[in-house]
């Protein structure tokens, strides 16, 4: 999926270097691995520590809302994102390997690419995975990132933190 861009990412750093401006989508990913001994499971959580800012001014880029206004996607809503492509915006979708729940995928609705925002700080996490039951192998799922830059974004190096927290249930 990824080809060389691939080696772009590790299991601390997804590293987009120069992105792709104006409508085109530059897309990473990081697979994802959960097991316990838990009776009842777990879940895997996410949230964004703040938009990607530029480092060195201060600017954001801002999370994605979608192909708003037709389908609008906002933290707890996933939608499609696959035409709106000349606003810049930060996102991600998922794509199930083996996880027993995952809250949506990339193709959810018979989208090409169904998306959402990140949750901004811990009171906005959002399950990416889950089992309610003790899982018989490891369960995986790639999580799928994706930046837009219109042309107008200014240029510079952005940052943020993804924060996922794995919480057994006993």
Not at 56 to 74: A, E, Q
């Amino acid at each position: 999926i990824l080809g060389a861009a691939a080696a772009n990412t590790t299991a601390t750093t997804v590293a987009f270097d120069s992105l792709s401006i104006g409508s085109t989508a530059n897309n990473l990913a990081q697979r994802l691995n959960a097991v316990t001994n838990a009776s009842n499971g777990y879940a895997v959580t996410v949230y964004e520590s703040d938009y990607l800012t530029n480092i060195s001014t201060g600017t954001t880029i801002t999370n994605t809302n979608c192909d708003d206004p037709t389908y609008t996607c906002n933290p707890t809503t996933p939608n499609h994102w696959q035409t709106d492509l000349t606003h810049s915006g930060f996102g991600y979708s998922i794509q199930n390997i083996n996880a027993d729940t995952v809250p949506f995928e990339y193709n959810t609705g018979g989208a090409q690419y169904a998306a959402k925002p990140f949750g901004i700080g811990a009171a906005n996490a959002q399950t990416i995975m889950s089992n309610a039951a003790t899982p018989i192998t490891t369960e995986q799922i790639y999580m799928c990132y994706r930046i837009i830059a219109n042309t107008t974004q200014e240029a510079g190096n952005y940052e943020t933190k993804i924060v996922y927290t794995a919480t057994a249930t006993f």
